[in-house]
């Protein structure tokens, strides 16, 4: 079955670069998204990718496809204490309507 | 535009209760998704709805837990005789039409079961 994998926790220092990784097992999957949730607050969309796309910037972020390995990453540039999140990739195969989300991987920034 | 509304934000019931968690779709959204976030996990779907519809509700528990949206209103996701395990973030999503370029969620109702 569908299945997306995160890593619990990464922590880095303020001004430094974060790359949060996902892994995906749906070879069909159509978007692939990146939410933030902050403490207490409901997801936001912060990026997503279609699957015939390898790279997607916008700002500070870097998303990064490699569909044969079945890998999403998300780069946050510059990191700041304000990014302190947790970060959840999903995918979507077109056609459907489920999400599939990761566990989700909590970001602490240290300043 | 106002977002997603989802009401209300805290709800703490008794065992045995009933839970009534409302969700008010973006402007224009005729189709809403609920998903629940079960402490430390990532956001399960749980049900598909349209106006007056219930197009996929296969991630909904087969008991005590019904959701409808009706024509008029709000979604209302309904869980009678609430125990401990239903205690849980509940999210909802809504989207102009079926096609899904991104869902738009609201802030959620974090439940929790005494």
């Known amino acids: 079955g569908e299945d997306v994998e995160q890593s619990l926790f990464l922590s880095v220092r303020e001004g430094d670069s974060s790359v949060i990784n996902c892994t995906y097992t749906?070879?069909?999957?159509?978007?692939l998204y990146w939410y933030k949730q902050e403490p207490g607050a409901g997801l936001q969309l912060l990026t997503y990718?279609?699957?015939?796309?390898d790279m997607k910037q916008d700002q500070r972020l870097t998303v990064l496809l490699n569909k044969k390995d079945k890998h999403l990453s998300l780069r946050i540039a510059d990191t700041q204490t304000g990014d302190s999140a947790i970060y959840f990739c999903?995918?979507?195969?077109?056609?459907?309507?489920?999400?599939?989300f990761g566990t989700g991987t909590r970001l602490k920034v240290l300043a | 535009n106002a977002g997603v509304m989802q009401n209300p934000r805290h709800l703490v019931r008794r065992r045995g209760q009933e839970a009534r968690l409302r969700c008010s779709p973006m402007?224009?959204?005729?189709?809403v998704y609920w998903y629940r976030q079960l402490p430390e996990e990532g956001l399960k779907f749980m049900v598909y709805?349209?106006?007056?519809?219930?197009?996929?509700e296969s991630g909904m528990p087969k008991e005590r837990f019904s959701a409808e949206f009706p024509k008029e209103g709000p979604s209302i996701l309904r869980i009678q005789q609430v125990v401990r395990g239903d205690s849980a973030a509940y999210f909802c999503?809504?989207?102009?039409?079926?096609?899904?370029?991104?869902?738009?969620f609201g802030s959620g109702t974090q439940l929790s079961v005494l």
């Open positions: 999503a809504s989207s102009p039409t079926g096609d899904l370029e991104k869902l738009f």
């Open positions: 749906d070879s069909s999957s159509t978007y």
């Open positions: 990718i279609f699957s015939n796309m």
């Open positions: 999903a995918e979507v195969t077109s056609g459907t309507y489920k999400y599939i």
């Open positions: 402007k224009g959204h005729s189709h």
């Open positions: 709805l349209q106006k007056e519809n219930i197009i996929d």
